[in-house]
């Protein structure tokens, strides 16, 4: 060969590998870009269908962007709807199916819909358009890829069907970059009993454990509700007069922005009122058979599990529920008496408890729950299993290991 022809070929050879180590690069490159490091937004488009006539809560799973750590932080949203009433977005709960489909509306209230949607909402919006930025520097901590719940409230009063759309944006924001995680408050009474044709009420007390500030609260109820107040008593000091948040129309319950400080110690007061109709109404979660009487808000900084951040939120051991004037040696005697099983049972935010529980507790004294509360979170530690059914065995384990809280119920009278 020619030396001119091998310099040729050489270069050709070398061309060659040039374009191979180029293409190799390049193939890398596009299949595996590097990863975004903050999610900004996410886009959604929903439409749904509400026949003539009709009232209805659709619900659709939602899937949230994946970024590159475990949490994404939700620190506004944008929207704009027509023809609904209110929209919602709600946690799953944790033991949501990842393959739920994200694709396919359901009606909320059918029997089983909401069992992977947690009781408190993150979002509740009435206007047909608007936005919503958090406070500098707070935004809720989610999960990364994860699932959310949206809702929809919609009222045909029309002869003809309508197709309810909204789209709104949610505004993410790197974990590092939001110091005041914020926490959900959503206090749950769970024992609420109306009778046909008369008026009640339901109270409930919660304590804070810590210095918190709030930046969006709100209270709730259901169709018998007339009215809802919120009162913040100050640590040992006189019962707040005030309401801190009041609601009369339970339908439209008005959100407010203003900050407002929860000092350690202070108490969370809850009363609302309602009448009833034609039947019985107990707590739960239909909106037509069943009441609520909750207080939800925005808070920072979140507590800690280890702080009891799920026992606060939910106010699992709170008190101050009854409203009639039996006594703590009473109640007891009372839940004694009740069918095996009606014991309230917390899972994923929601209370379910059972209608002769909720009575005896609605009974009695709102002092009374003090004790009763104090009585039932020992033996929930220390006795559970021995007391899941009333008899020897749970009286055994209460005499040894509760019975300073069963003196102080046994003794207690009502203040």
Known sequence: ???????????????????????????????????????????????????????????????????????????????KMESMHHWTIYRATPDVPQDVPTDQPFDCFAPGAADYMQAAALTQEFMPESQMSFASGAGFALESGGLVVFQAHTVNATDKPIEPTISFELDFADPAEV????????????YIVVPPHEEATARMRCEVPRDLTLIRRWGHMHAHGVEANVFLDPPGGPAGTTPIA????????????????????????????????????????????????????????????????????NCIWGDWYGTGTQTCKDLLACIQSCPQGEAPVVANTKVAVGPCWQQCVVDSCPSATTAFSGLRSCIESNCASECASFGEVCSSCVSSSCLSEYATCQTAACE
């Open 246 to 313: 009041s609601v009369t129309n339970w339908e439209d319950p008005p959100i407010l922005l203003d900050t407002l400080e929860l000092p350690k110690g202070s108490q969370v007061r809850m009363e609302c009122k309602y009448l009833g109709r034609d039947k019985l109404i107990l707590q739960g979660p239909d909106k037509l058979d069943n009441e609520m009487c909750m207080f939800i808000g925005y808070y920072y900084p979140e507590l800690a599990p280890e702080e009891g951040k799920t026992d606060f939120e």
């Open 179 to 190: 110091p005041n995680r914020l926490g959900l408050i959503q206090f749950y009474d769970p």
């Open 1 to 79: 060969m020619a030396r001119t022809d091998r310099i040729k070929a050489r270069a050709g050879a070398a061309l060659l590998a040039f374009y191979v180590i180029m293409l190799t690069l390049v193939g890398c490159s596009s299949s595996s870009p590097p990863p975004d490091k903050t999610v900004s937004s996410a886009s959604f488009a929903l439409t749904f269908r509400t026949e003539p006539g009709k009232e209805t809560h659709w619900c659709q799973y939602l899937r949230l962007p994946k970024g590159v750590s475990d949490e994404v932080m939700l620190t506004g949203y944008r929207w």
